[in-house]
């Protein structure tokens, strides 16, 4: 099967020109003006923007956790990502305490299978250094293409792990060619603020936000930065929300230390605003690290501006309000942490990031595909439009009107976080290593056209597959 993509404003981390992309298979193979060759289908993209398939470095799909399992599956939470013109993510292995990490590889692989509409790879989340994977183990993973160890420095009781193993880690990763990544807020003190604020009868959504300050989260990145430059390995964190975490990362970078910083769609729009909302309603923003006062609005925007801050993912850790942040309504430390957002990343960048001025196009691809896939051992064979690349592309329409809902998006999920927002510019056709994925509204692929993807090891890159000669 061949596709030509005619006369589409293409647009790449470094380019912007109007030209033809022909795919041949699974690869673009030919870029020009007004190419004459043949083609199984030709797409007219006159007037529409043609962008590399987006890359989402963190998302949470049907994983168990805060006593239930996030809604989404493989399936629905893929499916919603196709619409919203991501065609490969990245999710996390959450080793069961106690379980090495190749079966809980295998376990995470089993229910993906069959399901999958985009191609995905996994980072390994490790929980348990003693009883289950060891040291030993883990610096085997990045054989197998699982090239990116996450450590969460909270949720006390659950998925925190302690300096010793997060340090250890970090020097297996600075030796095996990992990626360590950071959920940095500190654990311990916010355990003490909750058990604090529940003994004084503060029960309610907010004080969700209110007992994980900013100062927690700024303490804990500063941690991992220190200790990651002590192994000797690269570290990135996930989800920074506020400026202080931004400012030691900044700090890092300028010193030329392998520290980069990632945020998350919500953290631009989501405030203590909407975690404050009556009538429970304010569930639905609890997630961690916490939303936070809008000042943090504009330290953001000015983080991806200035590669402060080098990503922008989703954290898509979705869930029912009622029935799953319903188990909350009494407590607010039992209603699961995380919201839905793989579907409407790319609208909102492009409407507040771009259509208001504040980042450029290519910034905007540079942060959605173009730098997941090179921190992530995904490039250049996806996070760009090149030859030789896989044909995962966008063609986006900039003038089309949009408006977010849960009523019309394809996660599970029975409410959005941009819910009523209106957008200018949305994914027409998505095509997934050459194959059209979502056409006119519908899905049209079948699930089972996703792979996994064996990422290359940190600072390598993952050379494009060559056609059999
Ligand atoms: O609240 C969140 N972010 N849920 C998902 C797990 C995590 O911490 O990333
Ligand atoms: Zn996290
Ligand atoms: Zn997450």
Not at 65 to 86: H, K, L, Y
Not at 333 to 346: A, M, Q, T
Request: glycine share 10%; charged share 20%.
């Amino acid at each position: 099967m061949s596709v030509l993509i005619k006369g589409g404003r293409v647009i790449t981390a470094a380019d912007d020109y109007v030209g033809d992309v022909f795919v041949d298979g699974e690869r673009i193979s030919l870029i020009g003006e007004s190419l004459d060759v043949a083609a199984d289908r030709v797409i007219d993209a006159a007037g529409k923007y043609v962008l590399p398939g987006c890359i989402d470095p963190h998302t949470h799909l049907d994983m168990p956790f805060g006593g239930t399992v996030t809604i989404d599956d493989v399936e629905s939470g893929q499916t919603s990502a196709a619409f919203g013109g991501t065609t490969c993510h990245v999710d996390f292995v959450i080793q069961p305490q106690g379980m090495t990490f190749g079966d809980a590889l295998d376990e995470w692989k089993a229910k993906a299978d069959g399901k999958q509409v985009i191609d995905m790879g996994y980072h390994m989340a490790i929980t348990d250094l003693k009883n289950g994977g060891t040291l030993e183990e883990l610096a085997t993973l990045p054989e197998q293409g699982v090239t990116s160890y996450k450590l969460f420095m909270a949720y006390k009781g659950a998925l925190m792990v302690d300096d010793e193993t997060l340090f250890r880690t970090m020097q297996v990763a600075a030796q095996s060619g990992a990626l360590v990544m950071v959920h940095a807020e500190n654990g311990d003190v916010i355990d003490i603020l909750v058990r604090e604020a529940l003994a004084a009868g503060h029960t309610e959504p907010l004080y969700h936000a209110l007992t994980r300050p900013p100062e927690a989260e700024g303490e804990a990145t500063n941690r991992a930065i220190q200790l990651a430059h002590l192994a000797g390995a690269p570290l990135y964190v996930v989800h920074v929300t506020c400026r202080e975490a931004v400012e030691p990362i900044a700090r890092a970078r300028d010193a030329g230390w392998n520290v980069w910083g990632e945020t998350c769609t919500q953290y631009f729009f989501n405030s203590l605003d909407d975690i404050a909302k009556p009538n429970f309603e304010g569930a639905k923003y609890v997630y961690s690290p916490p939303v936070r006062d809008k000042s943090n609005w504009d330290v953001l925007w000015n983080a991806v501006r200035t590669d402060a801050l080098s990503v922008i993912s989703t954290d898509h850790c979705a869930f029912l309000w009622d029935g799953q942040k319903t188990m909350g309504r009494d407590d607010f430390s039992k209603i699961p942490n995380g919201g839905p957002g793989l579907e409407n990343r790319l609208q909102m960048i492009h409407e507040f990031g771009v259509r208001h001025g504040r980042i450029s196009l290519n910034r905007m691809v540079e942060l959605l595909a173009t730098n997941p896939a090179k921190l992530f051992g995904l490039y250049p064979r996806k996070g760009t439009i090149a030859v030789g690349s896989d044909a995962d592309i966008v063609i986006f329409d900039p003038e089309r009107t949009h408006t977010i809902s849960a009523a019309t998006h394809h996660s599970k999920s029975d409410y959005n976080l941009f819910e009523g927002t209106e957008v200018t510019g949305t994914p027409e056709l998505v095509l997934l290593r050459g194959q059209v994925l979502v056409e006119n509204g519908e899905l049209v692929a079948s699930p089972g056209v996703g792979r996994f993807v064996a990422r290359a090891k940190f600072g390598q890159e993952l050379v494009p597959e060559r056609v059999p000669a």
